[in-house]
């Protein structure tokens, strides 16, 4: 018993306490900041860019297929291009994730996320999810599981992962959808309570990512069934979610 009281005053509290301003490295890779006067329009950066998210007529991004991988960034030499470290990049649209010069940090999150008055009557002290990993590489889902781990606790939140998508109030699906999993994620979808909630995570769910042209990918679920939430990212940072999913049920 005292070992663990000497422990606990050692090492403190370890969450973070404010998770809406949570500090993060300068390094981390978040909401483009684009300046059109500086592109030279040629066309570079759009070659380099692997996930083909770039056009330069005029300067944009769509976050929805970036990787976030700073190629575009390293490339251009006029700076263009710059990654900042904002990491609230959820949204309730895809064509809120096209970032072109205009957006800002603050203009961008201000807009975001439209919550609706249904979702924070139902949901905003508790809100249970099934997560889906549909063909993913794994990384988006290790960054989930951190999302509940000691530093970042989103259970403090009422937002948790759970075995059975019976016992879910919506579903986190993650992977750009392969044909294996398109059967099991339409099943785990219905076997899901009403009302539910549906978030896309990550790139591959968003747009396929790296696997968008493959044939081996049955993304009609994404045509089929309305998605509440999109959220960037590869992967997705703990950060990024959490603070999605709290704008979206209990935005202040």
């Known amino acids: 018993m005292f070992d663990t009281l000497k422990m606990k005053l050692w090492q403190k509290n370890q969450f973070i306490p404010d998770i809406k301003n949570a500090p993060i490295r300068e390094q981390f890779r978040g ?81 975001a996320i439209e919550v609706r008055k249904e979702i924070c009557g139902i949901f905003n002290r508790s809100i249970k999810f099934r997560q889906v990993s549909a063909g993913g590489c794994n990384g988006c889902e290790m960054e989930l599981n951190a999302a509940g781990n000691a530093n970042f606790d989103m259970g403090r939140f009422g937002i948790d992962f759970v075995a059975s998508p019976r016992h879910a109030d919506g579903i986190v699906v993650t992977g750009p959808i392969s044909k294996n999993m398109a059967y099991a994620l339409e099943d785990c979808y219905k076997s899901t309570p009403n009302p539910k909630v549906v978030v896309l995570c990550g790139t591959c769910a968003l747009s396929g990512g790296v696997f968008k042209d493959s044939m081996e990918l049955n993304r009609e679920f994404i045509k089929k069934y309305h998605i509440d939430l999109f959220i960037p990212g590869c992967p997705t940072h703990p950060l990024t979610f959490i603070n999605a999913i709290l704008d979206f049920i209990r935005k202040k």
């Open 31 to 111: 909401l483009p900041k684009l300046d059109d006067s500086k592109c030279e329009k040629c066309g570079g950066c759009a070659n380099v860019c692997p996930m083909g998210a770039l056009s330069v007529n005029p300067l944009k991004i769509d976050l929805a297929k970036c990787s976030l991988c700073g190629a575009c960034q390293r490339f251009c030499k006029n700076k263009a291009i710059e990654f900042t470290n904002y990491y609230k990049l959820g949204v309730d649209s895809l064509e809120k994730l096209i970032i072109t010069q205009e957006i800002t940090p603050e203009n961008y999150h201000k807009k």
